[in-house]
């Protein structure tokens, strides 16, 4: 079947998963996979979803036309084949957590280090938190370790990044305890 | 004995409070003996609680110590606990947790990260013992199966597991 990724963004407002999930429904979609979640002021949703009598873009015509009526943005992808499994990952999931003053390229070096080692980033959040006139900058970012990465090589990198950065960075593994 | 089937939610019987075992017997026994068989054939697993097996009591066994986690921290080696409770707690600890019976996916849990839990053993000696870290946290998780509680229920954000895992 194919798959569509749907993103839809506005200002926040109590009503806005009721009302996008209400047309879903009713127009007879699955959602496979989702996250929605508020960034700054807008509320933001990305879903994963499909329609057994639906194949192109074309076909969705005016379903999500009331959205946009309420000042929501709405892009739809069309995935390619496969593209709504995830894939396969083998290595050790870790966690780094930046946080210090905000300052550019804090996200910038650190995915660099990773992303010019072909380590793969599967979760990423960043915050702006503290006082206004004090601002502290936090991420939080997962990553997979490939089999030959271990742990203390990924510190020994961010050790690097913390001088120059001036930033407090930890590194921890998040392996899923299996029960 | 055996190795049973690992029940998958939405199965009911995981949801369902478990009943104390009042008379330890042969089928105390044989319950306790089919834990481990279906613990140690999961390959993966360092816990499971009789509700995964379907049957509805409070008994559960944990064994840390062939994890890789679990083998670098003081353990008690394999537990088979009839009646278990946890007594007193102590401290917290976050962990992703992920479950046989709700595959595909893992959650971040706290949980305390002392505990003093006390049950009768496969001999029906009372024991009261005191568990730490990776230990606590299976015996924490494998307990809440016997109230019907899933790590869903305690979870406080959900991630698609990554990996696959050897599912039976």
């Known amino acids: 079947m194919q798959h569509f990724a749907l993103t839809i963004i506005g200002r926040d407002r109590p009503g806005i998963v009721s009302q996008v999930t209400e047309i879903l429904f009713q127009g007879g979609f699955n959602i496979a996979d989702s996250s929605c979640s508020i960034l700054g002021g807008q509320f933001s949703m990305i879903l994963i979803i499909s329609n057994p009598d639906i194949s192109t873009t074309e076909q969705f015509s005016d379903t999500f036309k009331p959205l946009e009526e309420n000042n929501l943005s709405v892009y739809i992808r069309t995935l390619k084949e496969g593209g709504e499994t995830r894939p396969e990952f083998n290595g050790e999931l870790c966690m780094i957590s930046v946080y210090g003053a905000d300052k550019p390229g804090i996200v910038y070096q650190v995915a660099k280090e990773l992303g010019d080692r072909k380590i793969n980033i599967t979760d990423l959040n960043t915050k702006l938190i503290g006082e206004q006139d004090k601002p502290v900058y936090v991420m939080m970012l997962e990553a997979i370790l490939p089999e030959e990465t271990e742990l203390n090589v990924v510190e020994s990198w961010m050790e690097e990044l913390k001088k120059k950065l001036q930033v407090d960075i930890s590194v921890r593994s998040l392996a899923a305890i299996e029960l | ?76 080696g394999l537990l088979q606990m009839v009646n278990p409770e946890i007594i007193e707690t102590e401290g917290s600890q976050s962990v992703r947790e992920g479950c046989m019976s709700v595959p595909d996916y893992t959650g971040n849990v706290t949980r305390s990260e002392s505990i003093v839990v006390q049950f009768l053993d496969q001999n029906q000696q009372l024991q009261v013992i005191r568990c730490d870290r990776f230990e606590a946290i299976a015996i924490q998780h494998e307990l809440d199966h016997l109230d019907g509680l899933l790590f869903l229920d305690r979870v406080s954000s959900l991630k698609t597991d990554l990996f696959r895992r050897k599912q039976k």
């Open chain 2, 1 to 76: 004995m055996a190795v049973k089937d690992v029940l998958i939610y939405p199965d009911p019987r995981l949801k369902k409070v478990c009943t104390p075992i009042d008379h330890f017997d042969q089928s105390t026994r044989e319950l306790l003996q089919n834990l481990v068989d279906t613990m140690i054939d999961a390959g993966h697993s360092v816990g499971i609680a009789a509700p995964q097996i379907g049957d509805l009591y409070r008994v559960a066994v944990v064994d840390v110590s062939n994890s890789k986690l679990g083998k670098k921290q003081e353990n008690h």
